[in-house]
């Protein structure tokens, strides 16, 4: 038979137990003990049922145990609706700008992975700087401030094409009600070449010329990144020899990158030319590269058509 462990307690020991008899035949006291038995009764031993309760602590075997886990599902236990569904999937990485320069960097372009671009025609392999590098290359500029010189360092570079006077001022973005800094100055401006040289990296003509601030190409990209995510730049141009003056736009969108998952860097820009008294676009390839240049700018630029745009240049 196997053992079997049961627990005994005792009355209130505050009893005074009954005397035992001189013969010792008399009613013994009860004690208070725990029982080994091996006896499948639960009387054995002598134990008074009177001052005592019994229950036993295990099984009478582990048959019986066994026995009584398998037996039928079980019952009352309430689950919770939903317990039982599936996890959700986790949630996909914020593509939010922040307003806290230092963390603007926290990016790592489209999650999911993008194909790789396909070959140039030429066979050359296609040098890709990912948008997170503007940030990283915007923290040359410890401080603000540092920033703006820079902008205005640019503009004092024009006084040699005849600017006179530079303007500073606050302006208020009409479609989220944000602040804007604009920097503006009445120098000779960029025709659409030289626009994109300016929206490039690394790129500067001026360090072929003598007595100019930016050697390197690279104080635009670094100021305007630190000073906000995006840049929207007017140029208007005489042209060559006064004649066929230009104009053009580009936008520098940090938030732009981010939010389609970019992982080149990409600045749409569009470009007129003046014919008479009309201004007309400037096609650089086809005419649905164009609008599609334009409506990207319209779309991450404050102004939400052609017409606003145009009223800025």
Known sequence: MNPRLVKTEAAD???????????GGGPRAPVQFIELSSSDSDSDGGVGGSAKRSRSAAGDSAAGKRARVSAGPVVGVDVPPGFLDPLPAPPQPSRGATKQFWKAGDYDGNPAGGAEPPPSASGLEHVRVHPKFLHSNATSHKWALGALAELLDNSLDEVRNGATFVNIDMLENSKDKTRMLLVEDNGGGMDPDKMRQCMSLGYSAKSQIA????????????????LGADVLVFSRSRGKEGKRPTQSIGI??????????????????????????????????????????????????????????????
């Open 211 to 226: 007595n100019t601030i930016g050697q390197y190409g690279n104080g635009f990209k670094t100021s305007t990144m630190r």
């Open 252 to 313: 520098l969108s940090y938030t732009f990158l981010r939010s389609t998952g970019k992982e080149d860097i990409v600045v749409p820009m569009i470009d007129y030319e003046k014919n008479g008294l009309n201004w007309t676009r400037k096609l650089r390839s086809t005419f649905a590269d164009w609008n599609t240049s334009l409506h990207t700018i319209i779309t991450w630029s404050p102004y939400g058509t052609e017409a606003e745009l145009l009223e800025q240049v």
């Open 13 to 23: 020991e505050r009893l005074t137990p009954p005397a035992t008899g001189a013969g």
